[in-house]
């Protein structure tokens, strides 16, 4: 399949490789654990923010190649983007405080800056009858930091996924990954794994395919820094300064 939309540069391009023939099992195939950073930064909110807002319709192209990757052997992860939610106002209002995970930003192999919507990328190359699988994702530190000598929570802040869809997959269509498997809404705590793909057709999901949440830059519902949330309860203390925590993803199979 020729691919006619870049989004990560070199971890678009790669072949499938050739396929190693697993032994039989009866325990389900798990390709993980993929950990990957995240972070926020909160100020005080000491003044209106009533900037203009400017909606670029190009993405910035070459996209970034500075996205953690690793060889995901026949059935597994092979990228996913940190999630940066860069700096937000104090929302301690009484009422839960609700922020967007920004694009992914960095530079190209030719120095340039650049970003792209917050994607991952997966691989099935199992030679097996069965390719149903599930993608999970929890938050296994949960975003934190040492105020005055005390490590702070933000305890049952939660992270929600809308608008994945497949911009690129290296099969044919008639054993791609189905779009409609894509969870929407699906809802990520550090208590319990969410479930983002559930691969329910047992002869689809082959090959790599990648998942991206959002498009770039839309200004609307579908826009790529309005599709990944970060939910902090109203009974949750925020203080200033930087939160980092970790989310842990996983790729496995299912029966």
């Given at each position: 399949?020729?691919?006619?939309?870049?989004?990560?540069?070199?971890?678009?391009?790669?072949?499938?490789?050739?396929?190693?023939?697993?032994?039989?099992?009866?325990?389900?195939?798990?390709?993980?654990?993929?950990?990957?950073?995240?972070?926020?930064?909160?100020?005080?909110?000491?003044?209106?923010?009533?900037?203009?807002?400017?909606?670029?319709?190009?993405?910035?192209?070459?996209?970034?190649?500075?996205?953690?990757?690793?060889?995901?052997?026949?059935?597994?992860?092979?990228?996913?983007?940190?999630?940066?939610?860069?700096?937000?106002?104090?929302?301690?209002?009484?009422?839960?405080?609700?922020?967007?995970?920004?694009?992914?930003?960095?530079?190209?192999?030719?120095?340039?800056?650049?970003?792209?919507?917050?994607?991952?990328?997966?691989?099935?190359?199992?030679?097996?009858?069965?390719?149903?699988?599930?993608?999970?994702?929890k938050i296994t530190e949960q975003f934190s930091q040492v105020?005055?000598?005390?490590?702070?929570?933000?305890?049952?802040?939660?992270?929600?996924?809308?608008?994945?869809?497949?911009?690129?997959?290296?099969?044919?269509?008639?054993?791609?990954?189905?779009?409609?498997?894509?969870?929407?809404?699906?809802?990520?705590?550090?208590?319990?794994?969410?479930?983002?793909?559930?691969?329910?057709?047992?002869?689809?999901?082959?090959?790599?395919?990648?998942?991206?949440?959002?498009?770039?830059?839309?200004?609307?519902?579908?826009?790529?820094?309005?599709?990944?949330?970060?939910?902090?309860?109203?009974?949750?203390?925020?203080?200033?300064?930087?939160?980092?925590?970790?989310?842990?993803?996983?790729?496995?199979?299912?029966?």
């Amino acid at each position: 399949m020729k691919l006619t939309h870049k989004l990560c540069g070199a971890a678009l391009v790669a072949a499938l490789g050739v396929a190693v023939a697993i032994p039989t099992t009866t325990h389900a195939k798990e390709g993980g654990p993929f950990q990957v950073d995240m972070d926020i930064t909160f100020e005080q909110d000491t003044d209106a923010d009533t900037g203009s807002v400017t909606t670029p319709t190009d993405r910035p192209s070459p996209p970034p190649t500075n996205i953690p990757t690793t060889d995901p052997g026949e059935f597994g992860i092979k990228t996913v983007t940190p999630l940066t939610f860069g700096t937000e106002k104090i929302q301690n209002t009484g009422t839960p405080g609700q922020y967007w995970a920004k694009n992914w930003k960095g530079k190209s192999a030719d120095g340039k800056d650049a970003e792209s919507p917050n994607f991952l990328e997966i691989k099935d190359a199992r030679i097996q009858k069965n390719h149903k699988y599930q993608l999970q994702a929890k938050i296994t530190e949960q975003f934190s930091q040492v105020v005055d000598g005390t490590k702070e929570n933000l305890t049952g802040a939660s992270l929600t996924f809308t608008n994945g869809y497949i911009p690129y997959t290296s099969s044919e269509a008639s054993v791609a990954l189905d779009a409609n498997n894509i969870v929407p809404g699906a809802v990520v705590t550090d208590t319990a794994a969410g479930t983002i793909v559930d691969n329910t057709d047992e002869n689809k999901g082959l090959g790599y395919t990648q998942i991206q949440f959002g498009k770039y830059k839309t200004a609307d519902a579908q826009d790529s820094e309005k599709s990944i949330k970060l939910t902090v309860p109203a009974t949750t203390t925020v203080y200033q300064g930087k939160y980092s925590g970790k989310i842990t993803w996983n790729l496995v199979a299912a029966p």
